[in-house]
């Protein structure tokens, strides 16, 4: 194991040691700073809490706020194009719309939970943490790190589930030809029924998420629960 530790810095790499295991490390430390992953991927702490994740693949945090109706895109991507000795986006942000706040943490959380489950994957790439690097989201929205990763531990375990009934996006699904028996009764979500009305048997998982905008994980959950419940069924 090769892992080289300072008050400035810490490298090695995810083979010797994983990254839940780095994290909760970095957490008990209450360290400040970036911890960078090779090929892709960062994760930001202030005081051994997560306010950042991201990945290659994840929307611009421009968009993620946008969410939030706090204002119009080319403002919110001009606060984050604004030097470092300028107040935080959030900062700026939750001064004018203090009133989305709730909002805007749960969209964060939620964008932190999807980076974080792709991050988990196993992996033997390097990783560096610089101490006192920030970014100009800014951490007043810092959540606590053990409940973040628990909670993209419990994905990734659910996921594994999936796979052995969805091993790929390229699966194409139906509604079932008749329900598991006579007496079946079932009331459907209107989350549930957004997925079901796009399942023609040629309309590809893959297609879900893409016409949905949603996440691999949320799709695939929702078809995997639909599928063990009898209400689809697979093509070919």
Not at 43 to 59: H, M
Not at 102 to 123: A, D, G, K, Q
Not at 187 to 216: F, H
């Amino acid at each position: 194991m090769t892992v080289v530790v300072s008050e400035e810095a810490l490298q090695g790499n995810l083979k010797d040691f994983p990254l839940a295991a780095l994290m909760r490390s970095l957490e008990s430390k209450s360290r400040t700073g970036a911890l960078s992953l090779a090929g892709g991927g960062e994760i930001w702490f202030s005081d051994g809490r997560v306010y950042l994740a991201t990945t290659n693949e994840g929307s611009p945090l421009s968009a993620v706020l946008f969410g939030a109706d706090v204002g119009a895109l080319s403002d919110i991507e001009a606060l984050f194009a604004l030097p470092d000795t300028e107040p935080t986006v959030l900062d700026q942000v939750l001064t004018a719309r203090p009133e989305c706040e709730p909002l805007i943490r749960r969209l964060l959380h939620e964008y932190n939970l999807n980076s974080l489950f792709e991050l988990l994957v196993p992996s033997e790439a390097a990783f560096t943490f610089e101490a006192g690097r920030s970014h100009r989201l800014g951490d007043r929205l810092a959540g606590d790190t053990g409940t973040l990763l628990a909670q993209a531990e419990h994905r990734v375990e659910i996921w594994r589930r999936i796979a052995s009934r969805i091993p790929s996006t390229s699966a194409a699904f139906r509604l079932a030809a008749s329900l598991p028996d006579s007496n079946f009764e079932r009331l459907v979500t209107a989350d549930e029924w957004v997925y079901l009305a796009k399942l023609n048997g040629r309309t590809t998982v893959a297609d879900v998420i893409t016409l949905t905008g949603e996440s691999a994980f949320r799709v695939c959950s929702t078809l995997y629960r639909l599928l063990l419940e009898g209400l689809i069924e697979e093509v070919g």
